[in-house]
């Protein structure tokens, strides 16, 4: 199980290096806010371990989700993750493989995040169970769940271990790796573990509980001693 830590600048990213994976985000626009690109590029410069950068909490744009994902890409993100706010699985696959398309082509190498919303129901929009089928298909790389209201409740508010742990297999049954976020607490850590998925990823844990507050190094080595 890799952590993945969201900081939201290079200062914030300096103190995240002992997670996994670095994920460049910018939390003031949303729950997969996305960040400028220079910021991008320069916490890849500094960062030994893999970059991630979140393009958006997005409606039905594809041409402004395949863009956004290029951008990333061009600025050196490892990871690209774009987060589907909207519902309807025939716009929902035209989105995903424009997202791929616009990555893969020029960087194969790159992974892409299809990320959904533990809170769907409230949201309005896609299951991340039925974006996991399409990612699959459109040949993505991780299926995310994520929440997409920041207002302290978590994933497990609204999806049960039983529903994760579904989740999961699904997607290592159609080849993808899985990802698992939204308001997770020390706490979760232990029945993180039981569920097994590849990634997990925070923010608010490491700020002291405050997503709006700076990651602290030494929450961050914590928790990587603690969920390694």
Known sequence: MQLLVSPRDIDEARRSLAADIIDVKNPSEGSLGANFPWVIREIKKISPKPVSAAIGDFDFRPGGAALAAYGAACAGADYIKVGLMFDGIKQADELIRAVIRAVKEEFPEKKVVIAGYSDYSRLGCISPFELATLAAAAGADVAMVDTGIK?????????????????????????????IAGSLSLDDVPLLRRIAPDIIGVRGMV??????QGVRQELVENLARMVH
Request: overall charge negative; charged content about 35%; aromatic content about 8%.
């Open 207 to 212: 700020c002291g509980g405050d997503r709006n």
């Open 151 to 179: 207002d302290g409740r978590s994933t497990f508010d609204f999806l049960s271990e039983k529903d994760l742990a579904r989740f999961c297999s699904m997607n290592r049954e159609n080849g993808l790796e899985t990802a």
